[in-house]
């Protein structure tokens, strides 16, 4: 059974930074894409950005790039979102997510983790 773990969230100062952690277990990897997506009260579900397994390439949502950055750890089955230049628009509940690189449908979240930023 996948089991996505988010961990890092937190209280942060509008320009600071803040690094968001994803371990995942249940099965290899190698053939996924995994992604951040956030949520913010009232607001629908946006996507932050994603990283291709194995390959390591990566894309992101429009309001974060250049601010944020996604990698991956292989030996520890890790993915983490660096957020840098925050802003308090960008609080909200952050998930993981994975998907199978044959479809775009996301298949395994994460119960997400929540990142305030004040101003």
């Known amino acids: 059974q996948v089991q996505l773990v988010e961990s890092g969230g937190g209280l942060v100062q509008a320009g600071g930074s803040v690094r968001l952690s994803c371990a995942a277990s249940?099965?290899?990897?190698?053939?996924?894409?995994m992604a951040w997506f956030r949520q913010a009260p009232g607001k629908e579900r946006e996507f932050v950005g994603e990283?291709?397994?194995?390959?390591?390439?990566?894309s992101y949502g429009d309001s974060v790039k250049g601010r944020f950055t996604i990698s991956r750890d292989n030996a520890k089955n890790t993915v983490y979102l660096q957020m840098n230049s925050l802003k308090p628009e960008d609080t909200a509940v952050y998930y993981c997510?994975?998907?199978?690189?044959?479809?775009?449908?996301?298949?395994?979240w994460g119960q997400g983790t929540q990142v305030t930023v004040s101003s």
């Open positions: 249940g099965r290899t990897f190698s053939r996924y894409a």
């Open positions: 990283v291709v397994w194995l390959a390591g390439s990566t």
């Open positions: 997510a994975g998907r199978n690189l044959a479809s775009p449908q996301y298949d395994f």
